[in-house]
Every structure is written in C-alpha cells, then in structure tokens.
C-alpha cells in the first residue's frame, strides 16, 4: 500500500512538472513532445512512470499518443451540452477560453428550397448567409454558416464584424430576437475540399456535421444554418431520460 502511494505521488509529480513545462515552453497544439526516453533522462525518474503521467494527461485530454508516432500537445476541444441554447461565444465565454471569429463569407443569396422551409419564407426570397470561421485559442474548430430572412434583418451584413462579434447577442440588441429554442440535427461526416483548407486539417478528414434551426420568443425561425466541427475538437454531450 506504501509503496502504490509513493508511485502516485511520484506520477502526479510528474504531471506537474509536464504541465509547468508544456506552459513555459509554449507548446503549440499539435507539436510533438520530447520522447519518454528524453523526458526520463530530463526528470530523472523511469520510462514506466513518464508513460503512465503520460497516460493521465492524455485522459484529461491535455495530449494525444500516438502509436508510433510520438506525443504531441492536443488542441483545444468544446463540449457542447444538449439541452441548453447557447451560442459559441457564450460556450467559451462559460469554459474561460479565448476564441474569435474570421468572417469566410457575407452576403445576400436566394433561399433555396431547404432553406426556405426552414425559415418559412417563399422560395428564392433573400436570405443572408453569414460563413464564419471559429477559432478556440487560436487554433480553427469549426466553420459555420448562418442563414437569416434578409427582409427581417435587412442590414444585418453591413455590421461592422469584429472577430469577437456574437451573432445572438447583436441580434438581441439590434432587433429585440431572443434566441428561446433550437432544434439541431448531429451527422458524422467527412470533410470537402474546401472545408479541410479552412480548418487546416488533411482532406477527408472526419468531421461533424451540425444542422440547426434556432427559433425566437414568439417561436419563429429566425437562423437556419449548418456547421463543421473537426471531429477530434468537437465533443457533443447528451444527456437522456427514460420515458
């Protein structure tokens, strides 16, 4: 029993001094760690217990290990919990992390058929489309793209877009929408060309595919939109009840 708890102690020391590291270094998410052979030299403590801290940090998700390959610092990951409406920037407003936007594309096109239904608008109707890039400490999460009637928000686009702009708040400043309920359907997919350029991942790369429409106070569609999430960054936490 002694023994198990110096071992613990050791491992969680160890843990520590990876962490304080990984801060002072300044890893960058994705670069690689030393070796455990480097780090077992540096710390001066066996390769066993390097491996298990290892293994802790990577179940608290801090790093990736990756037969073969080698440790690497794992980027930053959203949990988003069903149940409750919130907009992106309030889910890393809640969990104290940094994120802005990039605006990809902003503009007035058609409502096409899908689109139309679920705004409830007639066909070819102008709707604004609002494509934006999510960052998460820098690193890219998540592109999503926005649809909204152009005749309900007919200067929406013409904002003044700063990257840490939220969509649901300037809506419930600007034109008194409270966003109240949403309904979101959850694919996994792999991504296109160009969604693989824009998060900077390798082509074909999984990915979820998140379709949403968000309804007001008076329980009228007023976003229809749908989002990529890189698969590794992304986490959807769902919680059931039996009936």
């Known amino acids: 029993m002694a023994t198990s708890r110096r ?8 843990v520590a001094e990876l962490l304080e590291s990984i801060r002072t270094e300044r890893y960058e998410p994705g670069q690689q760690l030393p ?7 540096r710390m001066e403590v066996s390769r066993s217990t390097v491996r298990e801290a290892l293994r802790l940090l990577q179940a608290r998700g801090v790093v990736e290990i990756i037969h073969g390959r080698g440790t690497f610092l794992a980027g930053p990951r959203i949990t988003r919990v069903t149940g409750v409406l919130y907009g992106f920037t309030d889910i890393l407003r809640k969990r104290g992390l940094a994120g802005h936007s990039q605006i990809v594309a902003a503009r007035i096109v058609p409502a096409d058929k899908e689109t139309a239904q679920n705004l409830r608008i007639p066909r070819d109707a102008p709707v604004n489309l609002l494509r934006r890039l999510r960052f998460v400490e820098n690193v890219p999460i998540g592109l999503e793209t926005s649809n909204s009637a152009q005749t309900r928000f007919p200067d929406l686009l013409q904002t003044d877009w700063q990257p840490e702009t939220s969509l649901y708040a300037l809506l419930q400043s600007r034109y008194g929408v409270i966003p109240t309920t949403a309904t979101q359907r959850v694919r996994a997919t792999l991504m296109g060309e160009e969604e693989s350029q824009l998060l900077a991942v390798p082509p074909h790369s999984p990915a979820l595919l998140v379709q949403t429409v968000a309804y007001d106070q008076d329980g009228a569609p007023f976003e229809f939109g749908y989002s ?7 986490d959807y936490y769902v919680h059931l009840k039996r009936d």
Do not use: H, K, M, P
Request: glycine share 4%; net charge negative; aromatic share 14%.
């Open 7 to 14: 071992r613990n102690s050791l491992t969680d020391q160890i």
């Open 35 to 41: 070796t455990v052979d480097q780090l077992a030299e």
């Open 228 to 234: 990529w999430y890189c698969g590794d960054r992304y």
